[in-house]
C-alpha cells in the first residue's frame, strides 16, 4: 500500500492527489509512481520538525514549574484561612478587591458610631455580629498572611528563573517551601 501523497500546485491552491489518474482520456486506478510523476503531481514531503535545543528544553521546563507555582499560588493551599466560630472550622478566603471593600464598610460604620459588624459568610450558612476593631484587626492580619505568601511566591520565581539545568528546575520544590502557615481567626 503506497502511503505517500502527492499535489499540485496551481492558483495559489494545493490540490491532492486522490489516487485515480485521468492520462489520455482514461482513468488510471492505482498508477505507478512514474505515471503520476509524469502528469505533473509532486510527491508531499512534511516538514521535519527540528528537535528542541537544551536552551528550549530548558525553557519549556522554567514555564512548566512557574505555571504550577502559579497555579499553587492561586490553590486554597495558598489562599484560605481557618474561621473557628463556636467550634466550627470554617474555610475562608476574600480577594483584595473583597479586603479593600470589607474595610471601607468597616471604617464607614466606625465613622458613623457602630461598634459592630455583621459578617455575611452566605456560602457557609453563617452570619456573625463582630466588634468592628476586631474585625479590622483579623483583615489586618489577612491581608499580611497574603502579602506574605505573593512574596514568597515572587522569591520562588525568581529563584526558578535562576536555575541553570532542566534537572534543578524539575527536582525544585516550593510547595510548602517557605509559606506562612495559613491563619486561624477565632471569632
Not at 42 to 63: D, I
Not at 75 to 81: I, Q
Not at 94 to 117: F, H, M, Q, V, W
Not at 131 to 154: G, H, K, W
Amino acid at each position: 500500500m503506497n502511503m505517500k501523497r502527492y499535489y499540485k500546485e496551481g492558483n495559489g491552491k494545493r490540490v491532492w492527489f486522490n489516487g485515480v489518474l485521468k492520462s489520455n482520456g482514461m482513468q488510471v486506478i492505482n498508477p505507478s509512481e512514474e505515471q503520476i510523476f509524469s502528469e505533473g503531481w509532486t510527491e508531499y514531503v512534511p516538514p521535519v520538525v527540528p528537535e528542541p535545543t537544551e536552551e528550549e528544553l530548558l525553557e519549556q521546563a522554567r514555564e512548566r514549574k512557574l505555571s504550577e507555582l502559579h497555579a499553587f499560588d492561586e490553590s486554597k493551599e495558598v489562599n484560605n484561612c481557618i474561621i473557628v466560630y463556636k467550634g466550627q472550622e470554617i474555610d475562608y478566603w476574600a480577594k483584595p478587591s473583597e479586603r479593600t471593600d470589607l474595610k471601607n464598610a468597616i471604617r464607614d460604620c466606625i465613622a458613623i458610631g457602630r461598634e459592630k459588624y455583621r459578617l455575611d459568610l452566605r456560602d457557609k450558612g453563617i452570619s456573625v455580629v463582630i466588634p468592628c476593631e476586631s474585625l479590622l484587626m483579623m483583615l489586618a492580619q489577612l491581608e499580611v498572611y497574603a502579602i506574605d505568601c505573593f512574596n514568597r511566591t515572587t522569591d520562588h520565581e525568581f529563584f526558578i528563573k535562576s536555575l541553570t539545568t532542566r534537572d534543578e528546575i524539575e527536582a525544585y520544590e516550593f510547595r510548602g517551601n517557605g509559606y506562612p502557615q495559613q491563619l486561624r481567626l477565632e471569632l
